[in-house]
Structure formats: C-alpha cells, structure tokens
Antibody
Framework: EVQLVESGGGLVQPGRSLKLSCAAS????????MAWVRQAPTKGLEWVAS????????YYRDSVKGRFTISRDNAKSSLYLQMDSLRSEDTATYYC????????????WGQGTLVTVSS | DIRMTQSPASLSASLGETVNIECLAS??????LAWYQQKPGKSPQLLIY???SLQNGVPSRFSGSGSGTQYSLKINSLQSEDVATYFC?????????FGAGTKLELK
C-alpha cells in the first residue's frame, strides 16, 4: 500500500524558514517523479514544485521560485521542501504527491501538513 | 499559464440522480486532464486521468469525457459517499493548474 507521510509544518513568522519532509513507502520511490501541492484554508489546489526521478531536474511555480527548494533522498525514500523567506500567502496545507512521469496526474497524496505564516 | 474554469461552483442533487461537472481550459490541453475528489478534512484522490480513464478502485459510476478545451465529469446514480468537492487539473504544461472546484451536496 502506498503511504506518504508529511511532517515539519507549523507556525512560523514571515521571513523565516521551514523544511517539510515526506516519508514514502509501499512503492519504488526512485521510479516516480514527486511533487508538492498546497491548499490555502478553504481554497483550491495549487501545484508548488516537482522533482525528477534522480533529483537532477526541478520545477517551480513562479511565486516560490528562488525561495523554495525541492529535493529528494532516494536511499531514504524521502522528499523535502525547504521554504525560505516565507510570506503570509504561503499559509496552506502542503501535500506530498507522486507522478509516474513529468507530465502526469497526481496519483497518490499524503495527508498533508499545515504551514501557517503569521507574526 | 493555462486557466481552468470549472462549473458549477456548487451543486445540490438527490440520491440516484446523475450529475455533470464541466471544466474549460483556456487552450488545448490534448486530454491531459484529471479529476480529483476531496472529501471534507481529507486529501484529494485521483478519479479520472487522460480525460476518460478510470483510476484503479474508483467506482464505475464515475466517468470522464471531452477533448481539446472542454471536459466533463459525470457521476451516475449519486451515492451519499459522493458528497465532496471535485477539482479538474491540467498536466499538459507547467505550471500545472487546477479548477476552482465544484462542491457537491445532497438535496
């Protein structure tokens, strides 16, 4: 059974940093692209970033480019999102998701971790 | 960015009824279209991909259709467990974009 378990969320002040982690199990982690998708409270879904099988290619939405860094450790079956210079508009539940290929739907989702950016 | 316009924003239907949700892309997305179901307090789940392919384990009362810029999700014989918010999403080009969602309630 595929499991994705996010951690690392919490309350953080604007301008500070936070690092999210996602522990994956139940599938061959290195065979999948991975991504982060977020959802602001009572709002819709927004793709944040994606990473290729070996981490050699990364993709970001414009609003987080230069502030967020997606990475992975295939030996640990783990995905990460380093978030720097956080803004109030980054407040959301962050979901770890899988994609079979670069252009593919999000097949599996974690339960999400809430990030609140507020002073 | 490709804009995904979903309608209606909310929908009220009776048990056993057939429901249709529409999704319009701002440009041709060549059937690179997925539908997700999100129940309250839960993470989204993939229902349909490639516009009309049913994800493993999804009940056959769900179906998708469309091409080019126009797509739809159909739910036959509505069940109580189908109460949820439904999102469409294009994966033809970055940034991936989602519709705003359709909240489905029971009448």
């Amino acid at each position: 059974e595929v499991q994705l378990v996010e951690s690392g969320g919490g309350l953080v002040q604007p301008g500070r940093s936070l690092k999210l982690s996602c522990a994956a199990s139940g599938f061959t982690f290195s065979d999948y692209y991975m991504a982060w998708v977020r959802q602001a409270p009572t709002k819709g879904l927004e793709w944040v970033a994606s990473i290729s099988y070996d981490g050699g290619s990364t993709y970001y939405r414009d609003s987080v480019k230069g502030r967020f860094t997606i990475s992975r450790d295939n030996a640990k079956s783990s995905l990460y999102l380093q978030m720097d210079s956080l803004r109030s508009e980054d407040t959301a539940t962050y979901y770890c998701t899988t994609l079979k290929y670069r252009y593919n739907p999000f097949a599996y989702w974690g339960q999400g971790t809430l990030v609140t950016v507020s002073s | 960015d490709i804009r995904m316009t979903q309608s209606p924003a909310s929908l009220s239907a009776s048990l056993g009824e057939t429901v249709n949700i529409e999704c319009l892309a701002s440009e041709d997305i060549y059937s690179d279209l997925a539908w997700y179901q999100q129940k309250p307090g839960k993470s989204p789940q993939l229902l349909i991909y490639n516009a009309n392919s049913l994800q493993n384990g999804v009940p056959s009362r769900f179906s998708g259709s469309g091409s080019g810029t126009q797509y739809s999700l159909k739910i036959n014989s509505l069940q109580s467990e189908d109460v949820a918010t439904y999102f469409c999403q294009q994966y033809n080009n970055y940034p991936y974009t989602f519709g705003a969602g359709t909240k489905l309630e029971l009448k």
